[in-house]
């Protein structure tokens, strides 16, 4: 269709529209909201349809039970509960499908939630729900394998109860923009960050900051062989001999590149001319863009980090979400 056929048709359909009743206009957005719902499940169905079962018994006895809407359902001839391709999983309950993908757009774009609920139209509460939503299926999942060089770094950030009416841990007031102890590390929360040059991507929450806890997240994420880049940490010597690694051990001040090759300065951005660094990336995202984040929610936050930095698009992130 050309140019001046498009426009021609287009103000057809304008005409018509002005000639309805409101009620018949209302009538109309409906039918396009609910072929925007049968578009998006048209993404959701091919998932269900490659390892269909009832998500309450796990029985793979199934048959169709009608229809809601343009959504089939199922019926479990086991438990004999009904269901359709949603239930149980994120997505699951979750009104207003046909702003998913442009929701899951704005996630990719980074958006605040302010931004995001303007751009779909919806309640901010609405917003902060479906982001959550879409990020818990991923958050603390570390499927990455990390091969080659890898870059090992931990870094911290201040605890914080965001958004919470009691606080569960009474501290001192600090003042906005002070900065923390970083001797102590209290008021701090850990979090480990590895990345090969692949970009491949792990990351953790430390409760401890200990050695054995760093080997349990890390351990069985690298591959045997590589190069382990790190810091002066003593932690990830015990880690390289396990894992028969090359270990090349960068002690600030000191040493900050090994051959001109080996260095951590991609996952901690301390250069000035690695200023994407992973690390320096992540903390200016939230602390400017987001204004800070909940401690509670910092894990899903990591896990939208790591879903841009592998640059998903909007039906990759409605994809993660599914579970």
């Not at 914080?160 to 102890?181: C, F, I, M, V």
């Amino acid at each position: 269709m050309n140019t001046k056929s498009f426009v021609g048709k287009l103000n057809q359909i304008t005409k018509a529209l002005f000639s309805m009743t409101p009620a018949q206009r209302e009538k109309v957005h409906q039918s396009i909201q609910a072929l925007d719902a049968e578009l998006t499940d048209e993404l959701i169905q091919p998932l269900f349809d490659v390892s269909s079962q009832c998500p309450h018994c796990h029985s793979r006895h199934l048959k169709k039970w009608g229809k809601s809407g343009a959504i089939q359902r199922y019926r479990c001839k086991d438990c004999q509960k009904t269901f359709n391709n949603k239930t149980n999983t994120p997505l699951a309950k979750l009104h207003k499908c046909h702003l998913w993908e442009e929701y899951a757009r704005c996630m990719v774009l980074k958006l605040t939630l302010r931004e995001a609920a303007d751009i779909c139209g919806i309640n901010l509460k609405t917003a902060f729900l479906w982001r959550h939503r879409f990020l818990m299926a991923q958050a603390g999942k570390n499927q990455d394998k990390l091969s080659g060089i890898i870059e090992v770094d931990e870094f911290f950030l201040a605890r914080s109860e965001k958004g919470s009416k009691t606080l569960a841990h009474q501290k001192k007031p600090r003042k906005r923009g002070g900065n923390l102890d970083k001797r102590t590390k209290e008021g701090q929360v850990a979090v480990l960050l590895s990345i090969d040059r692949s970009n491949h991507m792990i990351n953790a929450i430390l409760s401890a900051d200990t050695r054995a806890e760093i080997a349990a997240h890390l351990t069985e994420n690298i591959t045997e062989n590589s190069v382990l880049c790190s810091d002066g940490s003593w932690s990830y010597v015990e880690i390289a001999k396990q894992k028969n690694c090359d270990h090349k051990r960068l002690i600030n001040n000191q040493v900050r590149v090994i051959d001109k090759v080996y260095h951590i300065q991609t996952v901690n951005g301390a250069i000035a001319h690695f200023i994407n660094g992973a690390i320096a990336h992540f903390k200016g995202w939230v602390n400017g863009k987001m204004k800070g984040v909940a401690t509670k929610y910092l894990s899903n936050y990591l896990a939208w980090f790591k879903e841009s930095h592998a640059k998903l698009d909007k039906q990759q992130i409605l994809v993660a979400a599914y579970g």
